[in-house]
């Protein structure tokens, strides 16, 4: 696969989004391909999917992932975390809209479209693709940042360090704003959505490590309760021993664009 480094105007957002599209090399202009939209953790950018090239390609040639389309836009963390903000950049309506709707213009239209995203970028598929689970093909979230909790003050101190205290008071607005927070929630759309979900068949797939150094792991089981609560069927993955990064993160993530492979295999 050939990668291709590019950027746009974006309105929703208002600025210019720098991105990464990674293609087949001997990919004709009238072929139709479905779009994979690889989503970045926090303080990364659109090089993300330099580092994941290997895996695409491996799997490509092994004939465990179709010839797709793989696309991943740089998002900030601060002021971004995949989020509208009222009266600001909607960084979520860019991933869910307006962003494939650019890359059509060049590589569609597109067979069908599939979300991967790590960490932030976790959250991130996860919220779009619940919000609209008709328009897609399947969800991948590896470590994802959902915390174990569904309103701002259930989440326990512990859960929230860092950047993963920024994105929990963005989701309430800085406030404890509940209304905000549900709707920004992984959890809400979920709840909202149920009956949607499982009526597109959304192949799900949530992953993390059982030594994940945010305990994500928290927040990753308590989706996964959530879910079955709901009856939305779904894999989930408790990896023993695996920490946010790290030696198991290069077998996780290519299992995880595996996972996206079969589903788009079964779409197609």
Same mark, same amino acid.
């Given at each position: 696969?050939?990668?291709? $480094? !590019? %950027?746009?105007?974006?309105?929703?957002?208002?600025?210019?989004?720098?991105?990464?599209?990674?293609v087949p090399a001997d990919r004709q202009e009238e072929e139709r391909l479905p779009l994979v939209l690889h989503l970045h953790g926090a303080m990364s /950018?659109?090089?993300?999917?330099?580092? +994941?090239?290997? #895996?695409?390609?491996?799997?490509?040639?092994?004939?465990? #992932?179709?010839?797709?389309?793989?696309?991943?836009? /740089?998002?900030?963390?601060?002021?971004?975390?995949?989020?509208?903000?009222?009266?600001?950049? =909607?960084?979520? &309506?860019?991933? /869910?809209?307006?962003?494939?709707? %650019?890359?059509? $213009?060049?590589?569609?239209? #597109?067979?069908?479209?599939?979300?991967?995203?790590?960490?932030?970028?976790?959250?991130?598929?996860?919220?779009?693709? #619940?919000?609209?689970?008709?328009?897609? *093909? =399947?969800?991948?979230?590896? /470590?994802?940042?959902?915390?174990?909790?569904?309103?701002?003050?259930?989440?326990?101190?512990?859960?929230?360090?860092?950047?993963?205290? !920024?994105?929990?008071?963005?989701?309430?607005?800085? &406030?404890?704003?509940?209304?905000?927070?549900?709707?920004?929630?992984?959890?809400?759309?979920?709840?909202?959505?149920?009956?949607?979900?499982?009526?597109? =068949?959304?192949?799900?797939?949530?992953?993390?490590?059982?030594?994940? !150094?945010?305990?994500?792991?928290?927040?990753?089981?308590?989706? %996964?309760?959530?879910?079955?609560?709901?009856?939305?069927? %779904? !894999?989930?993955?408790?990896?023993?021993? +695996?920490?946010?990064?790290?030696? *198991?993160?290069?077998?996780?993530?290519?299992?995880?664009?595996?996972?996206?492979?079969?589903?788009?295999?079964?779409?197609?």
């Open positions: 696969m050939r990668i291709v $480094k !590019e %950027h746009f105007a974006a309105a929703s957002v208002g600025q210019e989004v720098e991105f990464q599209v990674l /950018s659109s090089k993300s999917l330099e580092l +994941a090239r290997p #895996f695409y390609d491996d799997l490509l040639q092994r004939g465990e #992932f179709p010839r797709a389309v793989i696309a991943c836009p /740089s998002t900030p963390t601060a002021g971004g975390f995949y989020l509208d903000w009222p009266g600001g950049a =909607a960084w979520e &309506t860019l991933i /869910s809209d307006e962003f494939p709707e %650019h890359l059509a $213009k060049t590589y569609g239209p #597109f067979t069908a479209t599939a979300l991967i995203g790590a960490s932030m970028g976790g959250f991130g598929g996860l919220n779009v693709a #619940f919000g609209a689970p008709e328009r897609f *093909a =399947a969800v991948a979230a590896i /470590s994802p940042a959902v915390f174990p909790g569904e309103t701002p003050h259930d989440v326990p101190e512990k859960n929230i360090p860092s950047v993963l205290g !920024e994105l929990h008071r963005a989701m309430g607005r800085g &406030t404890g704003d509940a209304a905000a927070y549900t709707r920004n929630s992984v959890y809400g759309r979920a709840r909202a959505n149920a009956e949607r979900i499982r009526r597109a =068949a959304l192949p799900i797939l949530v992953d993390c490590g059982a030594a994940d !150094e945010y305990f994500l792991y928290d927040g990753a089981a308590y989706l %996964h309760d959530v879910l079955k609560e709901l009856a939305i069927p %779904h !894999e989930f993955r408790l990896v023993e021993g +695996a920490g946010h990064v790290g030696p *198991a993160a290069e077998t996780r993530t290519r299992d995880a664009i595996r996972f996206l492979g079969g589903a788009l295999s079964r779409r197609a």
